[in-house]
């Protein structure tokens, strides 16, 4: 078994929307990557949550999103996950 810091898990899991907006500094670019890089659980719930993030915005593009809505798609997101674990 690979030992895996589960604080920077939820470090990561707390930036990804960071992430994947490119509103991250260059340091926590770097730390975000290179966990993706070693945590697969987090690199794949960041393709998922990455496609999904895209996919809402590609629907609401047309319609206004209420402030904090994104917001709150997130917070069901990472509630969702912390409850499913990985397969
Ligand atoms: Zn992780």
């Not at 907006?21 to 070693?38: G, I, N, P």
Request: proline share 3%; aromatic share 6%.
């Amino acid at each position: 078994m690979s030992e895996i810091d589960h604080r920077s898990c939820a470090q990561v899991f707390a930036r990804l929307d960071d992430y994947v907006d490119r509103e991250l500094s260059a340091d926590d670019l770097e730390q975000v990557q290179k966990h993706l890089e070693t945590c697969a659980m987090c690199a794949s719930e960041f393709r998922l949550e990455g496609q999904l993030l895209r996919t809402i915005r590609g629907k609401v593009r047309r319609i206004a999103m209420p402030p904090g809505f994104e917001a709150r798609v997130w917070k069901r997101i990472n509630a969702a996950s912390d409850r499913t674990g990985p397969e």
